[in-house]
C-alpha cells in the first residue's frame, strides 16, 4: 500500500534538522572591545556556562524527539486532519525550543531561573501532549496505520508516550522551587529514551 | 509519464522548511542586564505578546501555503517559463514573509499598527496573486497537468484559488482603520483552508 | 548507468536553499524606541530600498544559479577531484552571496556605492569563472558525463557559460564610476538567463 | 539488503547545509553611521580578515567533514545504540563549529589569539574522536556493515581515521604558543584528505 504520508515527513525532517541547528546562533562571542585580555575572556566564556548546558541539552532533546517522530510515523501510511493539526503543532513546538532555551541560557545565573525553568519544562509538556495528540489520532483509526499492526503493538507505543508526560509534568512542578533538580529529570528521561531506543527492531 | 517538477518541488520544500522556522529568530529574548528582577521579567515577556502572536499566525500561514503549494504541484507534471517564474515568486514573497511578521511583532502595539498590518496583509495579497498566476500559467495549457484531469477538477481548484483573494483584498482594506480585524480575517481564512484541507482525498 | 552525483546535488541543493532564505534577514526592521509616529516609521522603511533591491536581485539570482547548477548536473554521471572542488567552490561562493548583499544593501546609498558595487558584482565574476570550471572538467572527460552527449551539445553548453564572463566582467569594470549601470547589466544578464531557460527542454 | 540507515543519512545531510551555510552569518557588516568615507570603509574591510580566514576554513572543513561522513555511512548498512550516539555526537559537534569559528574571527587579530586557536583546533580534536567512535562501533560488529565487506577494507578506513588523531592532537598543543602554525596544520590536512579523496573509487 502506498504511504501517504512521505512528503509530510520529508518536510518535518527538514523543520527539525533546521531548529536543531538554529540553536547554535544563541552561543553569543563576547565584543573583542569588552575584553582587556586573555584572562578576561576565559572569564566571560566560563559564566556563559549557562548557555552551553541549554544548546547542549536543547540539542538532545530535538534529536530525540526527531528519532521519535520517525518512530511515529513509520506506523502511519494515511493522514487525517487530526494528523495534520498535531504534526504542525508539533513542529510549531519544535521550532520554538530556541526561544525559551535562549531564555535559559541567559536568566539561569540570575534570580528568574525557576521562572525559565517553568517555562523550558512548559514546553516540553506541551511537545509531550502534541506527540500524544498525534499517535491518539492515528491509532484510534486502524485505517491510517501500517496494515497488519496488532492491537498489542499499538498499545505498546501508546504507553511508551504517555509515562513521559508525569515526568514532564513533575520536572514543571518542581521548577520554581528546585531548578536544577527539574533539569534534571528532563536530561534523565532523554537518556533513558536515548538507551532504550536502540533496543527497538526494525529502521529508523 | 515522468514528472519533470521533481527537482523544484524538493527545492521548494527546502525553502518553506526554512523560512517558517527562520521565523523564530524575531523572538527577542530580554537582556539580563535590563532585567532587576523575576517580576519585571515576566512583565517583559508579557508585553511582548504581539511577537508570539505574529510568530504563531506566520507559521500557521505559511504551513498551509506548504500544503497549498503541494497540492497544486501534485496536478502540474510538465513546467514552462511562466511557471517557474510563478513558483519563484511565490519562493520570494514566502521567504519574505518574515520581514512584515517582524514589522508587525514590533509594532503592533504602537500608534503605527495600521500601516504594520498592512504591509502584513499586503504580502499575503501578493503571495495569492502568485499562486493564481502559477495555478493560470499550468491550467491553460493542457499539457503541463497531470495526464487524464477533467475540465471540471481544474476549475474546482481554479475557484478554490480565487475566493482567497476577495478575501484578502478586504482585510488589506480595512488594515489601516481595523487593523485587529484584518488580522481576524485572515486568521478564519487559514482556519477554514486548514478544515477544508483534511476533506481532499488523496496524498498530500 | 548508475548516476555517482546523486548526494553531492542533493546536497547542493540544500545549501542553495539555505542560502536563499538566509538573504531575509539582512532586512533590518526599526526599533520601536527609534519611531515617534507612523510618518517615521515610513519614512524609515523608504530609506532602507536599497536593502529591497538587494534582496530581490540576490534572491532572483541564486536562484538562476540554482537552475543552472541542475542544468550542469543533469549532464555529469561521475565526478573527480576537479568536479568536487569546483562544486564545493560554487557552494561557498553562494553562501558568501550575503555578505556583498550586505554590504550593498548598506553602503549604496553612501559615497561608498562604488566600492560596494564592484565588490558585488566582483562575487559574480568568481561565481561565473567557478561554474566554467566545473563544467570544463566535467566536459574534457567524457567518461565523465551523460551516456551518449554529443560534442555538439557540449559545445553549446560551453558557449553558454563563457559569455556570461565578459558581461559580468564589463560590471565589474564600470562598478566605481556607474554603479547603477553596473547592477542594471547583472539584472539584465539574470533577466535573458531566465527566459531563455525556459526554451531549454527537458525536466529541470 | 535493505539499507536502514537512509533516513538518518537524509538528516545528517541537512544538518550539514544548515551549519555550512549558517557560518556566513559570522561575517559583520559595518554600520553605515560608523563609517565616514570609502577608505574608512576599505580599511574596516581588510581589519577583518581574521572572520574571512576563518569562515574560509571553517566552511572547507565541515565541507571535507561531510564528504567523509558519506564514506563512511556508505559502508554501515545497519545501526545500533552506539552509532546513533556516535553519530548525534558528530552533528552536535559539527553544529557547534560555527562557535569557536566566531571566537577566531573575532580574537585572532588580539593577544588571545592563542586561547581561540586552541578551542578551534580543539573542537577538531574531539570531532576526529567522534568519528572514531562512530566507525569502531560500526566495524567491530560485521552486522551493521555492507555485505561483503573485507577485513582488509574495513582495516584501511580504520587507519585512515586514526592518523588524523596525531595530526589534530599536535596543532591543538602548539596552539597557544604557534597558533598561526596550528591553524596552518589543520588546513594542511584538510588539503591533504581534499587531495587524496578523489582517488576513492565509487559514488560518493
Not at 3 to 16: L, M, P, Q
Not at 40 to 68: C, D, E, G
Not at 105 to 112: E, K
Not at 163 to 191: E, K, R
Request: glycine content about 4%; charged content about 15%.
Amino acid at each position: 500500500m502506498e504511504k501517504e504520508t512521505a512528503r509530510i515527513e520529508a518536510f518535518s525532517d527538514g523543520v527539525f534538522a533546521i531548529a536543531i541547528t538554529l540553536l547554535v546562533l544563541d552561543l553569543h562571542v563576547p565584543k573583542p572591545e569588552d575584553i582587556k585580555n586573555t584572562s578576561m575572556l576565559i572569564s566571560r566564556l566560563q559564566q556563559a556556562w549557562p548557555s552551553y548546558m541549554a544548546f547542549t541539552i536543547s540539542f538532545s532533546s530535538i534529536f530525540i524527539m526527531w528519532v521519535n517522530h520517525h518512530k511515529i510515523f513509520k506506523q502511519i501510511y494515511k493522514r487525517n486532519s487530526t494528523v495534520m493539526f498535531a504534526n504542525g503543532l508539533i513542529l510549531f513546538l519544535v521550532t520554538s525550543v530556541s526561544y525559551p532555551t535562549a531564555l535559559l541560557s541567559r536568566f539561569y545565573n540570575t534570580s528568574s531561573a525557576g521562572l525559565v525553568v517553568a517555562l523550558y519544562t512548559g514546553i516540553f509538556v506541551l511537545i509531550n501532549l502534541s506527540y500524544n495528540l498525534l499517535w491518539y489520532a492515528a491509532s484510534r483509526d486502524k485505517e491510517l496505520l501500517r496494515p497488519g499492526m496488532t492491537d498489542a503493538a499499538i498499545l505498546r507505543i501508546s504507553r511508551n508516550y504517555l509515562y513521559g508526560l508525569p515526568t514532564y509534568l513533575a520536572a514543571f512542578a518542581i521548577s520554581f522551587v528546585y531548578p536544577a533538580a527539574a533539569i534534571a529529570i528532563c536530561v534523565s528521561l532523554w537518556i533513558f529514551w536515548a538507551l532504550s531506543s536502540g533496543k527497538v527492531p526494525g529502521p529508523l
